[in-house]
């Protein structure tokens, strides 16, 4: 080993001293890749099997030998992920053939000693590293039979090697994506047998002289990207060989030159991004084997002549940003296999784009369509249906007008669609909805009116909507939030009014996307919405009602008539709501029976009487004014729906929503909810189920759903209104007295009878809580909230639990999120856990210093030490019965089980507590 390492610090001495023979005993193979490891760093260890022990490296990962003299031949080392520098090492493998080190880190400049080893070599590729400096200028002098040479994507600098010339027998030579300056060498032509040639992409400059046509065997060649001026090479057209010609993106002017009718056998000819002049040449059809044509980005005018249409192989055609004129509908028709076409930013006219679409049905293979940034004129035909494979169309900065035909549904394949700028009138035709692969759709800048289709809901692939700059009038359809990809959505400059829909997208949505509608609202456009301004309807009681006590709320609740009208309108807000106020007043007054269609604007309120329900709803599509239904009767009037919000009344806000309070014309109170969730909500028809559904649901234990109010963007809940405060308040509130264990009893009593109730008629509760549960004046537990998850379709109850948890310690183990499986066992872990805060006085986890005390933990706990009197609330100590609280507890406990099966059914608690209550002491303890 050690004399190993002499040997190789001897080695590094001799080569750096330029002595070439060292003891023949040794294999210099060995030795040389040993050396070249050394100076490597392997990350990911490739290189592991070269050891430096092995009698030979034939074995080794990357090399092979010749089967004859097992001298190494090949180096292949392509994508090892090695850095360093190309080492000296190399040049003890003199048989060396392939040397292939690309896409690695190798870092540096060129080894100018490898020039040494080119003699034997046929291929050196050193593609994709991080190779700096110049290419020394005598490297390619001892070319012998090289015939392939890559150093392209590194970062080489400096000019193009003369020696280069001296590789007569190079076929392939690869300079492309370096930094490479100056101009060519002379005597490139005379690299006679190369075929593929590629400077691409570096600095190159100067003209290109004449003389490639010397190159017999050309295939391609690129010199895209560089600086080269002058004119193309007049002798291009005679190199018989030639498939792929690119000069894009240089300085290259003049006429095409007319010898590049005999490249017969091209496939892609690219002249693109340079300032050639004069017209398409009239010869272009010869080029009959052209699957690819660019001449965009040029200075190219006149009319495309109709010899285009003879490219029958043409796949890609790209004449864009020059200066055409005319019509070339109906040539390019003959060219059956075109996959995209792109003439945009010419000044292509007609004043027929039917007949454009009319040839371009015909082209079964069109996926793209660039038709922007020209003159075309008239409308946009009903054929656009036809071109049912097209992804990609734009009808940009034209002058386009009419209407968006329906049958642009027909176009089902587009993702990307684009007629912004043009003159275009009418609706979004709904039937859009078909496209449902739409990823782009770009309409600003039209006539556009009406308002934004539902429909766009359906096209749930939209990154990018633009409907800005036209005139579209109407609220933002609730649909659009079913638009999870959406990344920008414009709809500045428009006429559109009410609020943004809701949600994460639209709620972060920048200022500049929604400017300029005077009527939208919101926090985005930093202006309130008008129910934010108005003092409630205030309604008072009539006397045709008067059986309608809030005591009474047994089952023929439900039918109970109550006349509505308004008696008293208070406002603060905006005069000019008061107004409008007035004005539906007086409308209302009227006892309008049958829908009013378009009343001055704010006051588009109308009545279907009818059936149980009182409606008040807008004429049409207007969606700012909703549908009112009360459960419990009819009404002749009611002022502005959105009327029912009142800041100022607040009294609450929980997961669901905020909650407000105001009166009803029987002099009775409601409670009305603001669900703070109304994206999520499902569609009117089913919530209108729902709710309706929980409108049934009467018991004296629960509190009553006395109807509902209905927009796509906001919705209203109706419930009664308990005066005596929430359980919560109740037991933990400093301010409040005491509740005496009767009247505790008495309240989980009650509410296992209302939970009972619910699950008897399907509903499960979903968010119990101490603040859901209302004690009325009588001490009467109601639960309140219950149901509500119903609203929402079953996917969002996954956002929702995130609310929702925040009722910390009343959420039952298994409702986790991914298995959301809502059952009445949830509730009754609930309702458990309400027992224990019933009885012990203490929250469901309390915070202390610096600890965590979860209550069922603790009285779980106090049962097992035998101590379960002393969790009894402290201010309950000297006067409760321990023959009932003591159960009430375990009965907590057993409800508040890990195991849902463990859990009882609500009608099965109520049965235990009725029997736990001793019916002698029932009344004496009331207070
Ligand atoms: C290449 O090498 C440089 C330094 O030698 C190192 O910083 C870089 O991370 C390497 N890159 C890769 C892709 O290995
Ligand atoms: C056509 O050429 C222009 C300019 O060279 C380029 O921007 C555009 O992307 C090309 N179109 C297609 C479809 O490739
Ligand atoms: C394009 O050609 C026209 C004449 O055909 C000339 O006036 C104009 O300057 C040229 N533009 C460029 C950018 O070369
Ligand atoms: C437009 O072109 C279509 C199809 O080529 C033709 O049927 C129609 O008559 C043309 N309309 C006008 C106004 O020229
Ligand atoms: C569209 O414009 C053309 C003129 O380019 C005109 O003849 C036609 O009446 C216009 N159509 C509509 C619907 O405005
Ligand atoms: C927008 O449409 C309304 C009618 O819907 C019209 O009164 C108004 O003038 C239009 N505005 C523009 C800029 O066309």
């Not at 607040?650 to 929503?657: L, W």
């Amino acid at each position: 080993m050690l004399c190993f390492k002499f040997f190789l610090c001897l080695l590094l001495l001799a080569s750096a001293a330029g002595v070439h023979s060292l003891d023949p005993t040794l294999n210099d193979d060995v030795l040389g890749l040993i050396v070249f490891k050394a100076g490597l760093s392997d990350p990911h260890s490739k290189l592991v099997s070269w050891n430096e022990d092995d009698p030979t490296p034939c074995n080794w990962v990357g090399i092979q030998c010749s089967p004859v003299t097992s001298r190494v031949t090949h180096l292949l080392l392509d994508g090892f992920s090695l850095s360093g520098h190309i080492g000296h090492g190399l040049l003890r493998l003199p048989f060396l053939r392939i040397l292939s080190l690309s896409r690695n880190n190798f870092t540096g400049e060129i080894n100018p000693d490898l020039p040494r080893l080119l003699p034997g070599l046929r291929v050196v590729d050193l593609t994709d590293n991080h190779l700096s400096g110049e290419i020394p200028d005598g490297f390619f002098q001892q070319c012998g039979s090289l015939r392939f040479v890559s150093f392209a994507r590194n970062d080489l600098t400096g000019r193009i090697p003369a020696s280069l010339t001296a590789c007569s027998t190079l076929s392939t030579l690869d300079f492309s994506f370096n930094r490479l300056s100056g101009e060519l060498p002379t005597g490139l032509w005379s690299l006679t047998g190369i075929k593929s040639l590629d400077l691409s992409d570096n600095s190159l400059e100067g003209e290109i002289p004449e003389g490639i046509s010397s190159l017999p065997d050309l295939r391609t060649v690129s010199f895209r990207k560089n600086s080269f001026s002058g004119q193309l090479p007049p002798d291009i057209g005679s190199c018989p060989a030639v498939k792929e010609v690119d000069f894009s993106e240089n300085s290259l002017s003049g006429p095409l030159p007319e010898t590049l009718r005999k490249l017969k056998s091209c496939v892609s000819l690219s002249l693109a991004g340079n300032s050639f002049t004069g017209q398409v040449p009239h010869w272009i059809g010869e080029l009959t084997s052209l699957e690819s044509l660019d001449l965009s980005a040029n200075n190219i005018s006149g009319i495309v002549p109709t010899s285009i249409g003879r490219l029958s192989q043409l796949k890609h055609l790209n004449l864009s940003m020059n200066q055409l004129l005319g019509d070339l509908a109906e040539s390019i028709s003959s060219c059956r296999n075109l996959f995209s076409l792109d003439v945009s930013r010419n000044q292509l006219a007609s004043s027929n784009l039917s007949s454009w679409l009319f040839n371009l049905a015909a082209l079964h293979n069109l996926e793209a369509l660039n038709l922007s940034s020209n003159a075309l004129s008239g409308e946009i035909p009903p054929s656009i249906g036809a071109l049912a494979s097209l992804l990609v169309l734009d009808l940009s900065s034209n002058m386009l007008n009419g209407t968006i035909p329906s049958e642009i549904g027909a176009a089902v394949s587009l993702v990307k669609l684009n007629l912004n700028n043009n003159l275009l009138t009418g609706n979004i035709p709904s039937d859009i909805n078909n496209c449902s692969s739409l990823t782009s759709l770009i309409l600003s800048k039209n006539k556009l009116t009406g308002p934004i289709p539902a429909a766009i809901g359906d096209l749930t692939s939209l990154e990018f909507i633009d409907l800005s700059f036209n005139n579209f009038t109407g609220t933002l359809p609730k649909e659009l939030t079913n638009l999870s990809h959406l990344l920008s959505f414009n709809i500045s400059h428009n006429n559109l009014q009410g609020e943004l829909p809701v949600g994460v997208f639209f709620n972060s949505i920048p200022p500049s996307s929604v400017a300029h509608n005077p009527s939208l609202c919101g926090s985005v456009v930093k202006r309130s919405c008008p129910s934010n301004h108005l003092k409630p309807i205030v309604l008072n009681p009539d006397s045709a009602s008067s059986d309608s006590s809030p005591e009474s709320s047994s089952s023929h609740h439900y039918h109970r008539k109550v006349v509505l009208s308004i008696s008293a309108l208070i406002a603060i807000g905006a005069a000019a709501f008061i107004t409008l106020s007035v004005i539906a007043i007086t409308l209302l007054n009227i006892h309008v029976r049958s829908s009013i269609s378009r009343t001055a604007a704010a006051a588009a309120v109308a009545f279907s009487g009818g059936g149980e329900d009182f409606s008040c709803y807008s004429s049409g599509s207007d969606s700012n004014y909703g549908k009112l239904v009360m459960f419990s009767g009819k009404a002749d009037s009611l002022a502005g729906c959105h009327d029912l919000l009142n800041k100022d009344f607040e009294i609450g806000r929980g997961g669901f929503g905020v909650a407000y309070k105001t009166m009803l014309q029987d002099g009775r109170s409601v409670v009305i909810k603001k669900l703070a969730v109304s994206s999520l909500v499902k569609s009117q028809h089913e919530f209108e189920r729902e709710v309706k559904k929980l409108g049934k649901v009467k018991h004296r234990n629960l509190v009553a759903m006395e109807g509902y109010y209905w927009t796509p963007s906001l919705q209203l809940l109706i419930h009664e209104c308990v005066s005596g405060g929430s359980l919560y308040k109740n037991l933990h509130d400093e301010a409040s007295r005491c509740l005496p264990w009767r009247q505790r009893f008495n309240v989980i009593l009650g509410m296992a009878r209302g939970i009972a109730l619910l699950h008897s008629m399907d509903v499960v509760h979903y968010n119990l809580k101490s603040s859901n549960v209302l004690i009325d004046e009588g001490g009467e537990a109601k639960v309140g909230d219950f149901g509500l998850a119903r609203l929402l379709p079953t996917l969002d109850r996954c956002i929702l639990s995130g609310k929702v948890q925040s009722a910390l310690g009343y959420v039952a183990p298994e409702f986790a999120c991914r298995t959301v499986k809502i059952t009445e066992k949830c509730d009754v872990y609930g309702f458990g856990i309400l027992v224990l805060e019933v009885v012990t006085g203490k929250r469901p986890v309390e915070y202390m210093e610096d600890d965590v005390v979860v209550l069922s933990d603790v009285v779980r706990r106090e049962l097992e030490d035998g101590r379960l009197e002393e969790c009894v609330d402290v201010r309950l100590r000297a006067e409760f019965p321990a023959d009932e609280a003591i159960p009430v507890v375990k009965l907590g406990l057993i409800c508040a089980s890990q195991v849902p099966s463990n859990r009882p059914d609500m009608e099965e608690v109520v049965k235990i507590l009725e029997l736990i209550q001793s019916p002698a002491d029932g009344q004496e303890l009331m207070e």
